[in-house]
């Protein structure tokens, strides 16, 4: 079983930084995409940013330039950083992995984190 661990979330003033982290354990054999997402109260939950395995990042376009996606594929980790916050970036924020488990397999499952709330206000 795999499971993603994220941290980092918490309250910061508008124009404050934080960085999300998120750390894969479990019966994994690679990790392809790691990505975020985030759900605001009321609203469905939306794509943030993804990052593959070769370490191409993909974000919405309305989050370049104030996010940055990295990681670390020896300890599977995935951090996002948060730059410039926005009290419309409040929302839960939620880790997800694509995987394999042996190398033999053509099979991939997906793992989402717990979630992680930031909160933007004054």
């Known amino acids: 079983q795999v499971q993603l661990v994220e941290s980092g979330g918490g309250l910061v003033q508008p124009g404050g930084s934080l960085r999300l982290s998120c750390a894969a354990s479990?019966?994994?054999?690679?990790?392809?995409?790691m990505g975020w997402y985030r759900q605001a109260p009321g609203k469905q939950r939306e794509l943030v940013a993804v990052i593959t395995s070769g370490g191409s990042p993909n974000y919405v376009d309305s989050l370049k330039g104030r996010f940055t996606i990295s990681r670390d594929n020896a300890n599977n980790t995935v951090w996002l950083q948060m730059n410039s916050l926005k009290p419309d970036d409040t929302a839960v924020y939620y880790c997800h992995a694509v995987y394999k488990t042996d190398y033999y397999s053509r099979v991939q499952y997906a793992v989402w984190g717990q979630g992680t709330q930031v909160t933007v206000s004054s």
């Open positions: 479990g019966s994994i054999f690679t990790i392809s995409d």
